[in-house]
């Protein structure tokens, strides 16, 4: 149901593969990829680098509290963030940080492109998130590369449009599932994600459900050092609906668990209206005005 493909063949334009990767934007919306220039290890080490942050007092995250800001950099307490508002607020909390523009790029002043906030504990924090933040960029653009040959594209169709890419990687946690969790309550409520593409490494463990277009669920996990891809709001528009961004969630079980998007979002002024329409959609429009709708935080109406 969920294909699951090798990134060498991805990059060799193997006609089988990219046949396979068209099916799959075009139809279930995820797919899984293995063997990327991104080790197991790597994502292991970055999981329990988030860990270690997760396990800090509130009082320690409190210092790096994306709530006392203008922007969507840092930690994300639980409650904080509204996916679907027709139920209550995910009850994971959350890290993250995006690219960053030089200081003296008058982009910097976007809150799209607001600075990262990084915490002083766990140590290396900054130094291994960032590493593999910039690592899990270069997947993902060879991912789209791909993707690119699949809907019959040059290949490098995408590059100029991720050059400076609103990119956010997350690190989501999952507490055991609450004792006051009612049906209204989930480790991360119904949604679709908001960019082009997502890069989603996890520990291995259940809980990520993907909606069939039967209205069914079905769960999709990986391994560290395989990743779950799936397509956003941006993608699905700029293609005029032909590449799928499908509705996830997670309930949530009774064991803690990680998971860690890349949220590869292109340029701030990139047009994502569909293809040769003639209309405008800016990437950077669309990104903030869906921050404001689900960031308790940012909410605006
Ligand atoms: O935890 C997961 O597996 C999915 C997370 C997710 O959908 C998101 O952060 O947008
Ligand atoms: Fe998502």
């Known amino acids: 149901m969920i294909p699951r493909l090798d990134a060498a063949a991805i990059a060799a334009q193997d006609p089988a593969t990219l046949a ?3 099916e799959a934007a075009t139809g279930v919306g995820f797919f899984t990829v293995h063997g990327t220039a991104l080790s197991g290890a790597r994502v292991e080490q970055a999981i329990e680098t988030y860990r270690a942050f997760f396990h800090l007092d509130e009082a320690q995250k409190r210092a790096v509290d994306m709530a006392a800001t203008g922007a969507n950099r840092g930690w994300g307490r639980a409650g904080s963030e509204q996916v679907d508002p027709q139920v209550n607020p995910d009850y994971k909390q959350y890290f993250d940080c995006g690219f960053q523009v030089p200081r003296d790029d008058p982009r910097s002043a976007l809150p799209v492109y607001a600075p990262n906030l990084w915490p002083d504990e766990p140590a ?13 960029c270069a997947v993902a653009m060879d991912v789209l590369r791909g993707i690119a040959g699949a809907i019959g594209a040059p290949r490098d169709h995408f590059d100029q449009a991720f050059d400076t890419p609103m990119a956010l990687l997350r690190g989501n946690f999952y507490p055991a599932r609450p004792a006051w969790a009612t049906d209204r309550d989930f480790g991360i409520a119904t949604h ?45 528009m700029w293609t005029g609906g032909r590449v799928r961004a499908t509705p996830h969630r997670v309930i949530g079980t009774d064991a803690e668990r990680i998971s860690v998007p890349l949220f590869f979002n292109p340029n701030v002024d990139t047009n994502v209206a569909r293809m040769g329409s003639g209309e405008e959609i800016r990437a950077g429009d669309h990104l903030q005005r869906r921050f404001s709708e689900t960031y308790v935080h940012l909410k605006t109406g």
Do not use: H, K
Not at 124 to 136: K, S, V, W
């Open 192 to 236: 679709t994600d908001y960019g082009c593409l997502t890069l989603l490494a996890m520990d291995g463990s259940p809980g990520l459900e993907v909606r069939t277009r039967g209205g069914g669920w079905i769960p999709v996990s990986a391994p560290p050092g395989e990743f779950v891809i799936n397509f956003g709001e941006m993608m699905e």
């Open 124 to 136: 290396r924090f900054a130094a291994i998130i960032g590493a593999y933040y910039t690592d899990a």
């Open 20 to 22: 396979q990767l068209a």
